[in-house]
Structure formats: structure tokens, C-alpha cells
């Protein structure tokens, strides 16, 4: 039996699975919840062991565990891959504007609704299919490759001990590629590789001036006003290319090559039906760049929130005593979150007028951008694989958010390698999130032949 027959035979197997694990509520964010996600480990924990492979270990942290599974290859010089993902969930809020009952997985046509089907319960669990398609089709024992998969779980709240967590397990996660499987495909019938994430670092921003609010008749025009000093902080953010103004944020920025913006240039990009979706009228951004390379390629700077003095209904005249604001900046391969800060801050001390006192507050040091080397065997590989199981050309994308995949290649010292089969329109992180379940069956498929393509290459 080939790859696709065998994945095929066992759909409404897989489907029953994940719909067994969809059905429990691993919110990592609600401590009400964290013996929801010890249960979640120790299913998929069962599943593995159940799939087959030899070694299945439930991963403590001082938070919420993790899961590492290990299928060693028959061939011990044959190359190690491991599969990152998480097996914890986002919030339901608002739980009202759900359709159906988030923890109740509903198959609706060829879409299933659950929060986690898509991520990332769907796209870790159809690794564990491709690896049984691919020793069905092989006829062997083991995969071609050493297969480990490392599916943690507080991704959804800040990946808190994730680090430290692969740093004391350096030895035993070591390997050749990672494999992620939490990101997007442009669209169901055009396929493609994420080969990129952006980091990010936030900002608290504070403004005391005043001891106390001021009468603005008796006061105003006389003192530094905390709101006014902000505004003007906030709108020198941006010079009049729409490029980040804070001296040294572009240091070390690795430009991204012609070759990847051609490709990016070669999708199938509709910039009326963008505006739809993200709700506006017009873009807006670094000149130079198009809206993808935008969202995809550049760092930026967005405002987040701001308020200070009398915001309640009717008029108060006065000097507010203070003013605050939040910001968040997206970077991309090259920048130094905390070289950011360092940055930011000084760019606010030296905006602040004389009477005003600043202070920022950073939310953690960070997230540091990622990307794929597009001449990599592996990513080659890769692509090789998707192309076999979707039947036409692979594209490549980036993804704007951000994840733990930048301490993973580093910690680990390996390249990474995008294999996912989640959508925009799957709604993750919002109501009604949803997954494709051919697309599920595509992804693994192309797993299969993953290991099959890497193993060559041993």
C-alpha cells in the first residue's frame, strides 16, 4: 500500500483521534485549566506510544509539560529530524460568538470546528499519521530517518520555560532539521512553505509630570503637559517614509534577497480583497516595500494604546499629571530585541522635555526573528515532499507573528523547516476556529515523504 492509500484507509481513525484530543480544554493561559493541558500530554503521550513509537516521555517543566517522542531510523547514521509543535490552546473568549461548542469537535462538510484544530492539535497529530503511512509503504520496521517530536506546552502563554526546557535536554533533542508545524499555506490550492517569522519586543511607555492634575486656566501653557509630550513621542515614531525614527533600530537588519521577493511577488496577492479582510480602507507602510514585504519582511512599529488624563464623559479642564502608551515592535531577522530596547529607551529619555520623568517597561526580553535558508537541503527537501503530495509548484511565505522557533534553531544548532497546512481563514485564535481535514491528510502525506526525502540525503 502506497502513502496516499494508506492515509486515506486510516482517515476516519485520524479524524476520531483528533477528535478525542480537541475535546480536551489544554488552556495554557487559565490556571483553572493546566490539569486540562497535563491531560492533553498524556493523551498524545498514548497516542505515540500507540502509533509505535519505541520512546514516549512526558516532559515536566515548573510550569506545564511538554512531550518528546523518539523513533530512531534503522540506519544509525541516517540523518535526525525533529518535529516541534504544542498540544496547549488560546482562550475561547468571547465564548457567546461560537457556533458550535468549542470543546465539542463538529465536522461541518470538510472542515472540523474545535479550538486547537488548527492550532495546533490538527497539525502535530498528522506526524504521527505520516509516519505510519511511510513504513507502510516501506515495508520496514522504522522510518528512514530518526524521527523526535517535541510538542510542548505553554506556547499560547509565552513559551515561559520552553528554553530552559531545551537546554537541559540538549543531548536528547539533537538533530540534523526541525521541522515546524504550527504556521499557514498561502490558500488550499496554492500551497507553500512559511520560510520566515518575525520577532517582537513591547513597550510600556509612562510620562509623569505634575504631582497632582492641574487646573488647565491657572496652570496650562505654563508647565509641560505629559499628553502633549507623549503625542509628540508617539508621532515621531515614524519619519515621513513611514520607517522606524528611533536611531539604531535598523542595526544589523538582513535584507531580504531578490530571490525571495520575487517569489513573494509571484503570489497570487489581491490587495482590495487584503483591505476586506484586515477592515480598512487603505495601506499604509515603509515606501519602498509592497504590503506583503511589509507584513512580512520589515520591522515596524505600532502604537498600541494610549491614554492619560480625563477620559470619562463631560469636560475637565486640567494639565493630567501623567500619560501612557503601549508599543510593540515586530523585527525581523539580523535585530537584537534587547539591542531594541536599549534603543527605544533612549530614544524616550532624550524625547522627554525638561519637567517630564520617563519610564518604559519592556514586556520580557523578547522574541527574535527567524528564517530558512532558501539554498538548504532540507528546506529543498522539503519543498520536494509538499510538491509530491499537493501535485503542483510550492510557493514560499512568511509569517508577520512570532514564536520560540529563533531559541530553537539556536539553542539546538539546526536548521529550520516549515511544514504546515493551517489557513488564514481557519480563525485561530478567534471563534469558530477550524481546520481543513484534506489538508490535514495533505500534511501528512507530505510528512511521509519527508523522511523519505531526507533520508537520502544521509
Known amino acids: 500500500m502506497d502513502v496516499r492509500a494508506h492515509i486515506e484507509a486510516h482517515r476516519d481513525e485520524f479524524v476520531s483521534s483528533l477528535k478525542e484530543w480537541l475535546a480536551i480544554p489544554s488552556i495554557s493561559a487559565d490556571p483553572a485549566h493546566h490539569p486540562d493541558v497535563v491531560r492533553s500530554a498524556r493523551w498524545l503521550a498514548d497516542h505515540l506510544t500507540a502509533t509505535g513509537f519505541p520512546t514516549v516521555e512526558v516532559w515536566q517543566t515548573p510550569g506545564l509539560p511538554a512531550v518528546f517522542a523518539e523513533w530512531p531510523a534503522a540506519d544509525p547514521d541516517a540523518p535526525t529530524v525533529l518535529v516541534y509543535g504544542h498540544h496547549d490552546v488560546q482562550p475561547v473568549d468571547p465564548v457567546q460568538e461560537w457556533e458550535t461548542d468549542p470543546f465539542v469537535p463538529t465536522e461541518r462538510g470538510t472542515s472540523l470546528f474545535a479550538r486547537g484544530a488548527s492550532d495546533d492539535k490538527g ?7 505520516g509516519v505510519r503511512a511511510a513504513l507502510a509503504a516501506s515495508g520496514a520496521d522504522a522510518p528512514p530517518v530518526t524521527v523526535k517530536l517535541l510538542v ?4 499560547e502563554s509565552g513559551s515561559v520555560h520552553f528554553a530552559d526546557l531545551m537546554r537541559a535536554n540538549r543531548d536528547r533533542l539533537a538533530c540534523d532539521v526541525v521541522v515546524i508545524s504550527d504556521t499557514t499555506m498561502w490558500a488550499a490550492d496554492t500551497p507553500s512553505m512559511c520560510v520566515g517569522m518575525r520577532g517582537v519586543t513591547d513597550v510600556e511607555i509612562s510620562l509623569y509630570g505634575p504631582e497632582r492634575d492641574l487646573h488647565s486656566g491657572s496652570f496650562g501653557g505654563a508647565v509641560p503637559n505629559p499628553l502633549k509630550a507623549m503625542s509628540d513621542l508617539l508621532s515621531g515614531l515614524h519619519d515621513e517614509d513611514g520607517r522606524v525614527a528611533v536611531p539604531g533600530f535598523y542595526d544589523g537588519v538582513v535584507e531580504a534577497s531578490r530571490e525571495e521577493r520575487e517569489l513573494i511577488a509571484r503570489l497570487p496577492f489581491d490587495e482590495r480583497e487584503w483591505l476586506a479582510t484586515a477592515a480598512s480602507t487603505a495601506t499604509w507602510g515603509e515606501k519602498g516595500y509592497s504590503t506583503l514585504e511589509r507584513i512580512w519582511l520589515r520591522p515596524t512599529a505600532e502604537i498600541n494604546g494610549m491614554w492619560g488624563g480625563h477620559t470619562g464623559s463631560g469636560g475637565k479642564t486640567i494639565v493630567p499629571r501623567s500619560a501612557h502608551a503601549k508599543v510593540s515592535f515586530r523585527l525581523v531577522p539580523g535585530q537584537d530585541p534587547l539591542h531594541v530596547q536599549d534603543r527605544v529607551r533612549a530614544h524616550v529619555e532624550a524625547a522627554v522635555p525638561e519637567g517630564l520623568r520617563a519610564e518604559t517597561e519592556f514586556g520580557g526580553p523578547g522574541v527574535r526573528a527567524c528564517a530558512s535558508d532558501l539554498s538548504s537541503t532540507a528546506l529543498k527537501a522539503a519543498r520536494s515532499a509538499m510538491e509530491r503530495a499537493f501535485g503542483t509548484q510550492v510557493l514560499f511565505t512568511r509569517e508577520g507573528g512570532s ?56
Do not use: C, M, T
Open 123 to 129: 497539525q502535530v497529530l498528522f506526524h504521527a499519521l
Open 152 to 155: 510542548e506546552g505553554e506556547e
Open 403 to 458: 514564536g520560540p522557533e529563533a531559541d530553537i534553531a539556536d539553542i539546538l544548532g539546526a536548521p529550520l523547516v516549515f511544514l504546515a497546512v493551517g489557513l488564514d481563514e481557519d480563525r485561530i485564535h478567534a471563534p469558530n476556529e477550524k481546520v481543513e481535514i484534506p489538508l490535514l491528510l495533505k500534511g501528512a502525506e507530505s510528512a511521509a515523504y519527508l523522511w523519505e526525502e531526507l533520508g537520502g540525503l544521509g
